[in-house]
């Protein structure tokens, strides 16, 4: 286990969401984004699908520098009742149809990450959140569709969007929905790295 303390961590993730929660932890980091290919293999469940791309992408981290810093990379997706993956819409269509298939069922939101330093890879996990939608009209679908939230999401929404009043219920971490199990993360950087909130200078 490795406990040398890093003044800052490498977010490995361009997502405007992750960013945030860090920045509001008081989690000293910058980013640098980390350009895989997102593709599950034939036969990848959901679970082993997120948790390959945290890795990948801290490990791709890993190969562009030589410092002592934390790597911390994650991944989230959506997974339908019947295990299907959705990630990231392709376009309007694409967004509509992930949609109707959450409208009035259950799915889970998987996020994977990890946590490296000088390329070993010291933490990893899974952490699930179950999400039930109420039933949606197809109108209230193009409408949500048409204010272009569902873009850059996996699944098609955002649970701290205009996609909220969709939630009937949800079980597990809310954080997690939005990209990061926050509080996980946190009790991870201070048990393996070193790192606390609002104790070293914000970047």
């Known amino acids: 286990m ?12 361009a997502s405007p969401r992750r960013k945030e929660m860090l920045q509001a932890s008081g989690i000293p980091f910058y980013i640098v984004i980390a350009d895989i290919e997102e593709k599950p293999l034939e036969n990848e469940g959901g679970h082993a699908y997120v948790q390959r791309n945290a890795r990948e992408k801290a490990i791709a981290i890993c190969e562009k520098t030589l410092s002592q810093e934390f790597v911390l990379s994650a991944d989230t997706i959506v997974v339908t009742n019947d295990d299907k993956i959705l990630e990231k819409p392709q376009n309007p269509e694409h967004a509509k149809k992930m949609l109707q298939s959450l409208s009035g069922n259950t799915h889970l ?36 569709i048409k204010t272009g939230e569902p873009f850059d999401k996996a699944g098609s929404y955002g649970i701290q969007g205009r996609a909220m009043g ?13 990209g990061l199990p926050l509080s996980q993360v946190l009790l991870d950087l201070k048990n393996y790295a070193g790192i606390e909130t609002y104790t070293q200078k914000e970047a």
Request: glycine share 4%; proline share 0%; net charge positive.
């Open 166 to 178: 969709f939630i009937e219920k949800i079980e597990g971490s809310y954080t997690n929905v939005m």
């Open 2 to 13: 490795t406990k040398k303390k890093s003044e800052q961590i490498i977010l490995a993730s």
């Open 109 to 144: 939101v998987l996020s994977g990450y990890s946590l490296f330093q000088n390329k070993k890879e010291i933490i990893a996990r899974v952490i699930e959140t179950s999400v039930t939608f109420r039933k949606l009209s197809d109108r209230e679908i193009d409408a949500y």
